[in-house]
């Protein structure tokens, strides 16, 4: 266990429809990343909240936003779902020690748009 | 920008066995750091072993071990004595100051009793 939660575990939908992510990182983490990972396009980085901020975006939609909230816990907002943004959504969470950058990966978010 | 390259998407290996799975990467960093992270059919991400780029030492984590070549931008992981539990997707990453990860693609690794 990482000591990274995320909900829910699964999510069915439909195409047009919007849905949320929830992570809560782990105690004492100030950053938080998000990450999707589908089958043709591997592990790829979404974006980067550090105590509140954005820190750092990758290759997110425009359908796509996040925010972090003064507890830490962060949400990733998925909107006009297309069939292609099925995929496992990652968050992980790291302490931004500026020396290192150990993530530790929380369970995933498995999404699947019908 | 940082890449990371995985050219092997499947390896087996014999259970009590050594296997190495390879990783070559490129970035711009001075700083930078990698890693080896294990996904089961779980899917949950493990954290194998991670190596600084500005250490000369090989990182070793039990059965596991790195071999880190700077020059040649290489990072491959050894696993020895392979135990049935080491069947997963292995995802080599790289990384610098506290910023996002890096993936290669991935290596399946089947694990033959």
């Known amino acids: 266990d990482s000591g990274v939660t995320q909900t829910p575990k699964h999510l069915i939908t439909a195409t047009g429809q919007r849905v949320t992510l929830r992570c809560s990182p782990r105690s004492g983490d100030l950053s938080v990343y998000w990450y999707q990972q589908s089958l043709d396009q591997g592990l790829q980085f979404l974006i980067q909240y550090y105590n509140g901020e954005e820190r750092a975006k990758g290759n997110i939609l425009e359908r796509f936003s996040a925010q972090q909230f003064p507890d830490l816990h962060s949400e990733l907002n998925l909107s006009s779902l297309e069939l292609g943004d099925s995929a496992l959504y990652f968050c992980a969470s790291s302490v931004v020690d500026f020396t290192a950058n150990e993530q530790f990966f929380g369970p995933g978010t498995r999404l699947t748009v019908l | ?113």
């Not at chain 2, 990371?4 to 711009?28: F, G, H, I, K, R």
């Open chain 2, 1 to 113: 920008a940082q890449t990371v390259t995985q050219s092997q998407p499947e390896m087996s290996v014999q259970e009590a066995e050594t296997v190495t799975l390879s990783c070559t990467y490129d970035t711009s960093e001075s700083d930078y750091y990698l890693f080896w992270y294990k996904q089961p059919p779980s899917r949950q991400m493990i954290l194998v072993i991670r190596q600084e780029a500005y250490k000369q030492q090989n990182a070793t984590e039990n059965r596991f071990s790195v071999n880190f070549q700077k020059a040649a931008k290489s990072f491959s992981l050894k696993i020895s004595d392979s135990q049935l539990g080491d069947a997963a997707m292995y995802f080599c990453a790289s990384g610098a100051g506290s910023y996002q990860l890096t993936f290669g693609k991935g290596t399946k690794l089947s694990v033959i009793p």
